[in-house]
């Protein structure tokens, strides 16, 4: 979460809840760093070795008309809050061994268009303030991929991701789609598929935030929790998902706790989809769209997102 230069709850100046497949924005200004809901059925999978590689898109529309408080309580702020994002994602899978499994690597470019409004009560009337930001946001990469398929039907991968503080920043902006911050995820994600097609898939991940040396904010580790449970129809696989998201520390501000120590969390669920039909021209698909509830100093709101993906 973020610090104010008002003197307001500090859940007031909340920036943008980011849910895209690439590097996003910060808990600081009350948004998560890493992107939401990426990551459902076939978590666990990578695509296998190619010429050239795997090419993925994902488009994703976040939005909140309300901010939650420290107690999850609804804020008196006012909130428009609307993020939408394309990213493009490569992968590269080989056939080199590591650790037992496979080596992979890939890299995520994502843009982001986003705008906030929020109504501020005040002694002297209502104080509106609006914030826009349209642009590359933080490059994310993850040097160290390695697969395994330990057994039939059960498929995991380890990564280790970077998020580079690549993206557009001003620190007196009241949106920005970069952090200003490094961030490392070390993360782990599985697949199940029972032979009569039902589907359990999950991948979690902790990330560590760099200092803002902007602001002097460095906010806390955070637990990332995103799953799907479903059942293959022929090319599809119908079911839910979500994602449950809690700051495991406090954020700090030139060392110190900031005020309470700020921590968020939020959770959400809803129906999930994708296709594949193995030999046909079409890409994978993945789409969902999902509700969030349970949110603690952060925006509460909608997600909807679809994934596509190509082997060269």
Same mark, same amino acid.
């Given at each position: 979460? !973020?610090?104010?230069?008002?003197?307001?709850?500090?859940?007031?100046? =909340?920036?943008?809840?980011?849910?895209?497949?690439?590097?996003?924005?910060?808990?600081?200004?009350?948004?998560?760093?890493?992107?939401?809901?990426?990551?459902?059925?076939?978590?666990?999978?990578?695509?296998?070795?190619? $010429?050239?590689?795997?090419?993925?898109?994902?488009?994703?529309?976040?939005?909140?008309?309300?901010?939650?408080?420290?107690?999850?309580?609804? !804020?008196?702020?006012?909130?428009?809050?609307?993020?939408?994002?394309?990213?493009?994602?490569?992968?590269?899978?080989? $056939?080199?061994?590591?650790?037992?499994?496979?080596?992979?690597?890939?890299?995520?470019?994502?843009?982001?268009?986003?705008?906030?409004?929020?109504?501020?009560?005040?002694?002297?009337?209502?104080?509106?303030?609006?914030?826009?930001?349209?642009?590359?946001?933080?490059?994310? %990469?993850?040097?160290?991929?390695?697969?395994?398929?330990? =057994?039939?039907?059960?498929?995991?991968?380890?990564?280790?991701?970077?998020?580079?503080?690549?993206?557009?920043?001003?620190? $007196?902006?009241?949106?920005?789609?970069?952090?200003?911050?490094?961030?490392?995820?070390?993360?782990?994600?599985?697949?199940?598929?029972?032979?009569?097609?039902?589907?359990?898939?999950?991948? %979690?991940?902790?990330?560590?935030?760099?200092?803002?040396?902007?602001?002097?904010?460095? =906010?806390?580790?955070?637990?990332?929790?995103?799953?799907?449970?479903?059942?293959?129809?022929?090319?599809?696989?119908?079911?839910?998902?979500?994602?449950?998201?809690?700051?495991?520390?406090?954020?700090?501000?030139?060392?110190?706790?900031?005020?309470?120590?700020?921590?968020?969390?939020?959770?959400?669920?809803?129906?999930?989809? =994708?296709?594949?039909?193995?030999?046909?021209?079409?890409?994978? %698909?993945?789409?969902?769209?999902?509700?969030?509830?349970?949110?603690?100093?952060?925006?509460?709101?909608?997600?909807?997102?679809?994934?596509?993906?190509?082997?060269?």
């Amino acid at each position: 979460m !973020s610090p104010t230069s008002l003197s307001i709850p500090k859940i007031l100046v =909340s920036a943008a809840a980011l849910t895209l497949a690439g590097a996003a924005h910060s808990v600081e200004s009350g948004a998560p760093i890493t992107p939401f809901g990426v990551f459902d059925f076939g978590a666990g999978m990578l695509p296998p070795p190619s $010429d050239v590689a795997t090419v993925g898109m994902r488009a994703a529309a976040y939005s909140a008309s309300e901010l939650r408080d420290t107690r999850g309580k609804v !804020s008196p702020v006012g909130i428009k809050l609307k993020v939408n994002s394309a990213a493009l994602a490569i992968i590269k899978s080989t $056939d080199v061994p590591l650790l037992g499994g496979t080596y992979a690597f890939s890299a995520v470019v994502p843009y982001l268009d986003m705008s906030n409004k929020l109504t501020i009560p005040t002694p002297v009337g209502p104080l509106p303030l609006k914030g826009t930001n349209a642009a590359v946001g933080d490059v994310t %990469i993850a040097p160290v991929i390695v697969k395994w398929a330990p =057994s039939p039907g059960l498929f995991v991968n380890g990564r280790l991701e970077l998020q580079l503080p690549t993206g557009s920043y001003r620190a $007196d902006r009241l949106i920005n789609s970069g952090s200003n911050h490094w961030t490392a995820s070390p993360a782990m994600a599985f697949t199940w598929i029972s032979p009569a097609g039902l589907e359990v898939s999950s991948n %979690i991940q902790i990330n560590f935030h760099g200092k803002n040396k902007d602001t002097q904010y460095q =906010s806390g580790a955070e637990y990332q929790h995103e799953f799907a449970i479903g059942q293959h129809v022929g090319p599809w696989t119908l079911g839910v998902g979500g994602y449950l998201y809690q700051q495991l520390a406090d954020d700090k501000q030139n060392g110190t706790k900031f005020q309470d120590g700020n921590r968020s969390r939020v959770m959400a669920l809803g129906p999930a989809i =994708s296709f594949f039909e193995l030999g046909s021209d079409w890409p994978l %698909i993945w789409a969902h769209a999902y509700k969030e509830f349970g949110a603690r100093n952060r925006s509460q709101g909608t997600q909807f997102a679809v994934r596509a993906a190509w082997t060269f």
